[in-house]
Nanobody, 111 residues
Framework: QVHLMESGGGLVQPRGSLRLSCTAS????????MEWYRQAPGKEPEWLGT???????YYADSVKGRFAIFRDNARKTAYLQMNSLKPEDTAVYYC?????WGKGTLDTVSS
């Protein structure tokens, strides 16, 4: 089992930016896919994007052009760069590797 720890969440104003990190307990390069999800209050989890090794990335239409996913295998870390944030981006954000999920980090977009 891979243990995942998200960090970097917090309060940000609309049109601001945040970068989330997801650090794995094991070397992540052996995993083909690393994914980011979010769950807003009262809503189902939403897939945001997937990064493969060697570096192809796919995004949900709802975040394409605003969010970027990249990974640093040497640091066992994946990142979610979020720009032009909107109040509707408020959610708990999770990373996923294989069948393992992190505990999530809360991002609140509000003025």
């Amino acid at each position: 089992q891979v243990h995942l720890m998200e960090s970097g969440g917090g309060l940000v104003q609309p049109r601001g930016s945040l970068r989330l990190s997801c650090t794995a307990s094991e070397s992540i390069f052996i995993f083909n896919f690393m994914e980011w999800y979010r769950q807003a209050p009262g809503k189902e989890p939403e897939w945001l994007g997937t990064t493969t090794d060697p570096g192809t990335t796919y995004y949900a239409d709802s975040v394409k052009g605003r969010f970027a996913i990249f990974r640093d295998n040497a640091r066992k870390t994946a990142y979610l760069q979020m720009n032009s944030l909107k109040p509707e981006d408020t959610a708990v954000y999770y990373c996923k590797v294989g069948d393992d999920w992190g505990k999530g980090t809360l991002d609140t977009v509000s003025s």
